[in-house]
Nanobody
Framework: QVQLVESGGGLVQPGGSMRLSCAAS????????MGWYRQAPGKQRELVAT???????NYAEFANGRFTISRDNAKNTVYLQMNTLKPEDTAVYYC??????????????WGQGTQVTVSS
Protein backbone atom coordinates (compact mmCIF):
# COMPACT_ATOMS: atom_id res chain seq x y z
CA GLN A 1 0.00 0.00 0.00
CA VAL A 2 1.26 3.44 -0.94
CA GLN A 3 0.59 6.67 0.92
CA LEU A 4 1.37 10.26 -0.01
CA VAL A 5 1.32 12.54 3.01
CA GLU A 6 1.46 16.30 2.57
CA SER A 7 2.51 18.79 5.20
CA GLY A 8 3.27 22.46 5.49
CA GLY A 9 -0.02 24.13 4.67
CA GLY A 10 -1.70 26.83 6.72
CA LEU A 11 -2.39 30.54 6.79
CA VAL A 12 0.05 33.06 5.35
CA GLN A 13 -0.17 36.77 4.61
CA PRO A 14 -0.06 38.09 1.06
CA GLY A 15 3.53 38.41 -0.08
CA GLY A 16 4.63 35.70 2.30
CA SER A 17 6.22 32.32 1.68
CA MET A 18 5.34 28.74 2.44
CA ARG A 19 6.95 25.37 1.83
CA LEU A 20 4.94 22.23 1.22
CA SER A 21 6.31 18.73 1.56
CA CYS A 22 4.96 15.39 0.40
CA ALA A 23 6.45 12.08 1.45
CA ALA A 24 5.61 8.79 -0.23
CA SER A 25 5.72 5.59 1.77
CA UNK A 26 5.06 1.92 1.16
CA UNK A 27 6.63 -0.86 -0.86
CA UNK A 28 7.95 1.51 -3.48
CA UNK A 29 10.27 0.32 -6.20
CA UNK A 30 10.60 3.61 -8.04
CA UNK A 31 8.87 6.99 -8.34
CA UNK A 32 8.99 8.71 -11.70
CA UNK A 33 7.12 12.01 -12.06
CA MET A 34 6.02 13.82 -8.91
CA GLY A 35 3.97 16.97 -8.80
CA TRP A 36 1.63 19.41 -7.12
CA TYR A 37 -1.90 20.34 -8.12
CA ARG A 38 -4.37 22.67 -6.48
CA GLN A 39 -8.10 23.16 -6.27
CA ALA A 40 -9.75 26.37 -5.19
CA PRO A 41 -13.40 26.48 -4.06
CA GLY A 42 -15.73 26.22 -7.04
CA LYS A 43 -12.89 25.58 -9.48
CA GLN A 44 -11.39 22.56 -11.15
CA ARG A 45 -8.17 21.00 -9.95
CA GLU A 46 -5.21 22.46 -11.85
CA LEU A 47 -1.55 21.72 -12.34
CA VAL A 48 0.92 23.73 -10.29
CA ALA A 49 4.20 22.01 -11.10
CA THR A 50 5.72 18.63 -11.86
CA UNK A 51 9.25 17.29 -11.67
CA UNK A 52 10.83 14.26 -13.28
CA UNK A 53 12.97 11.75 -11.46
CA UNK A 54 15.99 13.43 -13.01
CA UNK A 55 14.93 16.81 -11.62
CA UNK A 56 13.48 18.54 -14.67
CA UNK A 57 10.65 20.85 -13.57
CA ASN A 58 7.54 21.99 -15.37
CA TYR A 59 5.45 24.90 -14.09
CA ALA A 60 2.03 26.33 -14.70
CA GLU A 61 2.25 29.88 -15.97
CA PHE A 62 1.03 31.36 -12.68
CA ALA A 63 3.74 29.48 -10.78
CA ASN A 64 6.67 30.50 -12.96
CA GLY A 65 9.06 32.74 -11.07
CA ARG A 66 7.24 32.41 -7.74
CA PHE A 67 7.14 28.67 -7.01
CA THR A 68 9.97 26.15 -7.02
CA ILE A 69 9.47 22.40 -7.10
CA SER A 70 12.21 20.04 -5.94
CA ARG A 71 12.55 16.47 -4.81
CA ASP A 72 14.73 14.14 -2.78
CA ASN A 73 14.70 10.72 -4.41
CA ALA A 74 16.38 9.07 -1.43
CA LYS A 75 13.51 10.24 0.80
CA ASN A 76 10.73 9.75 -1.79
CA THR A 77 9.76 13.34 -1.06
CA VAL A 78 8.72 16.28 -3.21
CA TYR A 79 8.69 19.90 -2.09
CA LEU A 80 7.00 23.07 -3.26
CA GLN A 81 8.50 26.37 -2.20
CA MET A 82 5.98 29.14 -2.74
CA ASN A 83 7.05 32.78 -2.58
CA THR A 84 5.24 36.08 -3.06
CA LEU A 85 1.95 34.39 -2.32
CA LYS A 86 -1.28 36.02 -3.44
CA PRO A 87 -4.85 35.61 -2.18
CA GLU A 88 -5.67 33.82 -5.45
CA ASP A 89 -3.19 31.10 -4.47
CA THR A 90 -5.62 30.03 -1.76
CA ALA A 91 -6.56 26.42 -2.45
CA VAL A 92 -6.17 22.85 -1.34
CA TYR A 93 -2.82 21.65 -2.64
CA TYR A 94 -2.50 18.00 -3.64
CA CYS A 95 0.60 15.92 -4.11
CA UNK A 96 0.68 13.51 -7.05
CA UNK A 97 3.12 10.81 -8.05
CA UNK A 98 3.62 8.00 -10.54
CA UNK A 99 4.82 5.08 -8.45
CA UNK A 100 5.98 1.64 -9.42
CA UNK A 101 5.74 -1.05 -6.80
CA UNK A 102 7.72 -4.28 -6.79
CA UNK A 103 6.52 -6.62 -9.57
CA UNK A 104 3.73 -4.30 -10.70
CA UNK A 105 3.17 -1.59 -13.30
CA UNK A 106 3.27 2.09 -12.44
CA UNK A 107 0.16 3.69 -10.94
CA UNK A 108 -0.78 7.28 -10.23
CA UNK A 109 -1.39 8.28 -6.61
CA TRP A 110 -2.80 11.35 -4.87
CA GLY A 111 -2.25 12.73 -1.41
CA GLN A 112 -5.10 13.84 0.82
CA GLY A 113 -4.45 17.54 0.26
CA THR A 114 -3.28 20.39 2.44
CA GLN A 115 -5.04 23.73 2.75
CA VAL A 116 -3.13 26.88 1.88
CA THR A 117 -4.85 30.15 2.75
CA VAL A 118 -3.37 33.49 1.75
CA SER A 119 -5.07 36.27 3.64
CA SER A 120 -4.33 39.29 5.79
Amino acid sequence: QVQLVESGGGLVQPGGSMRLSCAASGSIFMITTMGWYRQAPGKQRELVATITRGGSPNYAEFANGRFTISRDNAKNTVYLQMNTLKPEDTAVYYCNADIKLQLSPSYNYWGQGTQVTVSS
